[in-house]
């Protein structure tokens, strides 16, 4: 493997958003006024990390199937490094069916638990300036090691579907750089009431923390510096929610790369997020730099965009 910029590590889906006008109701029928498949998961982030221009690879379990052959394809149509993937047989390819609608998104996904784990599939530290991962009920040793070999760790974290939200898997925290749960996420974990006073307990397990709360906006603060800072979200008609969070912390990480202040990361993660609301499907509709160029020419008066599409947009 060649050194990248950013190495990801976690589950990857394949994406069936449908479009609703109104959500189902048991004993009715739904017509979808629109349908889309996307590559999802730990997908969103490598997707939205390479249409931002950075050298990304992801480790990650394919089922040999037909869904897992066509998502390996898809990703590699984007540029990513699937050197530390792998495709096995005899395990189907997990799928999610996202019923978006109200400005919001319902997920019913059916799988199974990879056989390889990250670990498993990252034996040897890769050579990265950033890796990321979502952390859960599961080891993620590797991260510790990216660590100590200099590279930056950032963590995510998912939908528990127990809801037992086990303070436990902070403790993965301690081999991480930056965090990026959603308000709900952080709320959860940390038995807290409101965004920013979650905000403030993750402080004490992690130097940088950011977390987003959709149309709320987004907070964050970096306990090295004593630095927090509040930014509101972008209003953009929403048409799918689907991997917004996971393209919000793919902007971040991205910028975080670039070596931004900590305002304009999470006002460039922010957007990135938004442009990706705006369309169906988690991955497929991350924003890249011309998406992002029309945005900047119809709002000249946000002055942040055009000089970072100067800088980053070639590569």
């Not at 590797?142 to 939200?165: I, M, N, R, T, Y």
């Not at 907070?219 to 630095?227: K, L, N, V």
Request: with cysteine; proline share 8%; hydrophobic share 45%.
């Amino acid at each position: 493997m060649n050194e990248l910029d950013v190495v990801v590590a976690g589950l990857v889906f394949q994406d069936l958003v449908l479009g609703l006008p109104t959500p189902p109701r048991p004993g009715t029928e739904v017509w979808a006024t629109d349908s889309h498949e996307s590559p999802g998961g730990i997908a969103n982030f490598a997707v939205a990390l390479a249409r931002l221009g950075l050298r990304t690879g992801m480790a990650a379990t394919f089922g040999a199937d037909d869904l897992g052959v066509r998502l390996w394809d898809r990703l590699q149509a984007e540029h990513i490094d699937l050197s530390l993937s792998r495709r096995l047989e005899d395990w189907p390819t997990p799928l999610t069916v996202a019923l978006a609608y109200d400005n919001d998104r319902a997920l019913v996904t059916r799988g199974s638990a990879p056989p390889l784990s990250a670990d498993d599939l990252i034996v040897t530290s890769p050579k990265a300036k950033a890796v990321a991962a979502h952390i859960g009920p599961w080891p993620n040793e590797w991260l510790a090691k990216a660590k100590a070999a200099g590279s930056l760790v950032f963590a995510d974290v998912g939908w528990d579907p127990s809801e037992q939200w086990d303070p436990a898997v902070l403790d993965q925290l301690e081999h991480c750089d930056v965090f990026l749960p959603n308000a709900g996420e952080a709320m959860a974990y940390t038995r807290t009431t409101s965004p920013g006073a979650a905000l403030e307990a993750l402080a004490t397990k992690v130097p940088v923390v950011v977390v987003s709360n959709g149309a709320h906006g987004a907070e964050a603060i970096d306990g090295r510096t004593g630095e927090r800072i509040a930014v509101p979200a972008f209003p953009v008609p929403a048409a799918d929610t689907t991997g917004a969070g996971d393209v919000f912390a793919a902007g971040f990480i991205a910028a975080t790369v670039w070596d931004l202040p900590l305002e304009q990361r999470v006002r460039f993660a922010a957007l990135t997020a938004a442009l990706s609301v705006t369309r169906l499907g988690g991955a497929d509709a991350a924003p890249g730099w011309q998406d992002l160029a029309t945005w900047s020419a119809a709002h000249p008066e946000d002055r942040f965009l055009p000089a970072l599409i100067s800088a980053h947009s070639g590569r």
